[in-house]
């Protein structure tokens, strides 16, 4: 599981930062968290594939976030992209991919959702390929999980900003530890689909013997899964707070710095000490500032060091950041 930042920068891209977007590798896909203009070229130099599958979550239609969506959908459509895709965001986000579609021919011929996010309703829109402006389907939550794999889930939450704004949380699920063949071995089991059965944790029947995996000894016992929790543009807001306790990392915008709070707060965005707070708040592991205003071209270091008078265990995004997390 990787974390790369792809962009790092606020409303206004520089040499050495490109705008919001940030990329999570998970086994076999790939998840991304807005799309700021361009990010399809640093996409490519992280080395990432273009046909694996992959889901991205919009955090809002501020266009340093979504610009970059239709460009890297067309580069897609040029690769013969085979894998699925499903796009999280909004309400509105299929109408802003449907305008590419019948100007400018956006086209998908491999398996595309979009799935709009109905806040005050309390609904998933889906629609499937970007040529019906008809939902395929409704779905009403259940509560702020928006997507469920049989590894991981997805949540979201409304923040505060200038226009509707989501973070996202990734929350892997509890695993199992280690498996170690030699003990299943060891009991006479023989290496076929009860071993699949074990390494999931299932209690299984062998030779009229009931058998718990953890029990014996043939997986380590159950483990907290990670979490990430991605806060997209927003003023200090108790429901990120909510969505990212006990955050292995938090990835926090930090768009101006402590001198510049009352332009923050006017602007609705967060200084370095506001994401350093939130940090705090939520019991968050690390921190990782972004969206940071080419105003710090020269010294985003002073951010940094706010940041971590209040949460030492910060660091500052760069473009082509990788964060291995085991
Ligand atoms: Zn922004
Ligand atoms: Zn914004």
Redesign the pocket.
Known sequence: MELIILGSA??IPIKERN??SVALRYKNQILLFDCGEDFQRKFAEAGLKFNKPMKIFISHF?G??IIGLPGFLFRLSLNDRTAPMMIFGPRNLFLYLYVHRKILGLKAKYPIKIIEIDHYNQELIEFEGLDSEIPKKTIKMRNDTIYEAKYFSIRYALVEHSVITFAYAFIEKPRYGKFNPERARNLGIPESNLWKNLQEGQIIEFNGKMIDPVKEGIIGPKKSGRKITYSG?LKPSDSLVNLGKDSDILIH?A?FSNALADLAAEKKHSTSIDAANEAKKMNAKQLILT?ISSRYQDNALILLEEAKEIFPNTIIAKDLLRITLK
Do not use: K, V
């Open positions: 606020a409303a705008l919001s501020h340093d976030h543009d915008e768009t969206h």
